[in-house]
């Protein structure tokens, strides 16, 4: 039974597929260790691509050569964006989609896996909201006295359950690591399950396409997480290590602000944090994770 | 031109750069992939540096590696006033190696923290912030006399010295490493007053202090 031994007793998010970490950055056919709700997790890939993962056990420890095909009583897995993924309990067939991710000029990698002291949704809400972006990225992604979020549309799509942002823009002196001057800057959010957020952002490069920036969030415990950071950019100038740079600078300035929000689980109560106006992406998320009966990392609503 | 080998997130690069801000010494940076590309455990940067750390500096052809040391140098070198690293004062000169030396300690506590935490460096937690602490309580009580005493800096000289910017990354980015410092106000005092240094500039993660009125 789903979750039976797990110490997450969540369905909501036990049934979810969760990252643990990058295809790249694991070496092949060695134990690695990571935790996932509250527990500790092992994973492995073969050169290939292929994966499995499993409960921490004694005769398979952190960097042992290991065949993953060869374990037994492994967890369902998967290698898909960059990424992988296991879940604790009866995952869907699709996690979800990123058509754009396939195309062939694209360059997909992690920009950086980063620990953060604060639970996954929280981590979800503040790459969602634009109105710090003045604030906390400062001649970045916004610069006083342009703070304005223009009024944007948020919706939850019918057919896949995902909560989509549609005509943000924002005012942006540095959007990118391509970037020589300000600009209006369209956004679109999208967030697929309760801890996995992509954003669509205009394209330096090629007006008419859009850069996609994604943050995956492993849900270490409920008040501690790892980010990971996807991106699949058309930006055939910058080197790897430019653009990682850009966005660790970006991720870092995010760190002191997102790990001083308390409590650290997101409450989910419509009373609990007062939002203004432009926090209307937030207040959906909070009733879409309500609706979708998310328990762990949150404070649900009385 | 100083060529810094610099990784943005790093405590340590971030001391040179504070350093060279505030004596206005030109440089620039060469990025390195710290993170997630462990491009200074390669082996073309160990051409470089043959330990495999950063930061490294290249001034016109000499090369030093370790934080420390860097400042050491820069401060010899570039401050013609001579009062970030007071060659001139055997007394100041004494202290401030001493706290050089303490700074090698809040790098590896409190620093090593943040590298456990946010990087997932396989450290013990624990022992790290336990040793940050006593470090930290060790600290303060020492900045509180100095306050006492109508001093502000590490050292008693009436300006600050390398050993202030060789503890301040590591003082006060603690809170990354889950270190806080809510029962340490002389320390906070203490990080004030460097970030109001003419020249002073921050990292990400950082706050400038508010402008006083």
């Known amino acids: 039974m789903a979750g039976a031994n797990s110490e997450c007793q969540n369905g909501a998010v036990l049934d979810q597929w969760h990252p643990l970490g990058a295809i790249d950055e694991a070496e092949p056919n060695v134990v690695h260790v990571t ?8 994973f492995a890939v073969t050169p290939e691509g292929r994966s499995a993962a499993w409960r921490t056990r004694g005769d398979l420890a952190a960097g042992m050569p290991v065949d993953p095909e060869s374990v037994a009583g492994t967890l369902p897995s998967r290698c898909e964006f960059l990424y992988v993924w296991t879940s604790l309990g009866d995952p869907p067939e699709r996690s979800f989609e990123i058509p754009e991710f396939f195309e062939p000029d694209r360059r997909n990698f992690n920009a950086c896996t980063i620990g953060l ?5 929280r981590a979800v809400e503040n790459f969602l909201d634009m109105g710090h972006f003045p604030f906390v990225h400062d001649g970045l992604l916004g610069s006083e006295p342009r703070t304005e979020v223009v009024d944007y549309n948020v919706h939850v799509d019918g057919d896949t359950n995902e909560i989509w942002a549609t005509e943000c823009q924002f005012w942006q002196p540095a959007a990118s690591a391509t970037a020589t001057e300000g600009q209006m800057v369209d956004y679109i959010y999208r967030i697929m399950q309760p801890y996995s957020i992509l954003l669509y952002k205009s394209c330096p490069a090629a007006p008419e396409r859009m850069d996609l920036i994604g943050l995956f969030v492993q849900a270490t415990s409920e008040e501690h997480c790892r980010g990971h950071m996807f991106l699949s950019l058309i930006d055939d100038e910058s080197s790897i290590g430019h653009i990682r740079r850009f966005v660790q600078t970006i991720f870092a300035q995010d760190v002191p602000i997102i790990e001083n929000q308390n409590p650290k689980r997101l409450p989910l109560d419509p009373q609990a944090e007062t939002p203004i106006r432009s926090d209307r992406a937030s207040i959906l998320y909070r009733r879409w994770l309500s609706d979708l009966g998310v328990t762990y990392a949150v404070i649900p609503a009385a | 031109m100083i060529k810094l080998y610099d990784y943005v997130l790093s405590v340590n690069c ?14 620039e940076t060469v990025p390195v992939d710290f993170f997630p590309g462990w491009e200074h455990k390669g082996e073309e940067f160990k051409k470089i540096n043959p330990l495999g750390h950063i930061p490294v500096i290249d001034d016109d052809g000499y090369i030093l590696w370790d934080a420390h040391a860097i400042l050491v140098y820069l401060a010899a070198k570039y401050d013609p006033s001579g009062r970030w690293y007071p060659t001139g004062d055997p007394g100041l000169l004494g202290e401030t190696a001493s706290w050089m030396l303490f700074a090698e300690g809040t790098t590896n506590t409190a620093s090593a923290a943040r590298l456990c935490i946010n990087l997932g460096y396989d450290f013990d937690l624990e022992a790290c912030q336990a040793g940050a602490h006593r470090l930290f309580r060790v600290l303060d009580e020492h900045l509180w006399f ?3 005493e109508g001093r502000e800096w590490v050292c008693s000289g009436a300006h600050p010295t390398i050993a202030d910017i060789a503890l301040f990354p590591d003082v ?3 809170e990354e490493g889950g270190i806080s410092r809510l029962d340490y106000p002389a320390l906070r005092r203490w990080t004030d007053r460097v970030k109001r240094i003419p020249g002073f500039e921050g990292m990400p993660g950082i706050f400038p202090a508010s402008q006083g009125r």
């Open chain 1, 35 to 42: 935790r996932l709700l509250g527990e500790s997790i092992s």
């Open chain 1, 117 to 121: 002291h604060t639970s996954a949704p």
């Open chain 2, 14 to 27: 971030y001391k040179q750069r504070l350093m060279m801000s505030i004596l206005d010494v030109e440089y």
């Open chain 2, 146 to 148: 100095r306050e006492r």
């Open chain 2, 172 to 174: 006060v980015l603690s």
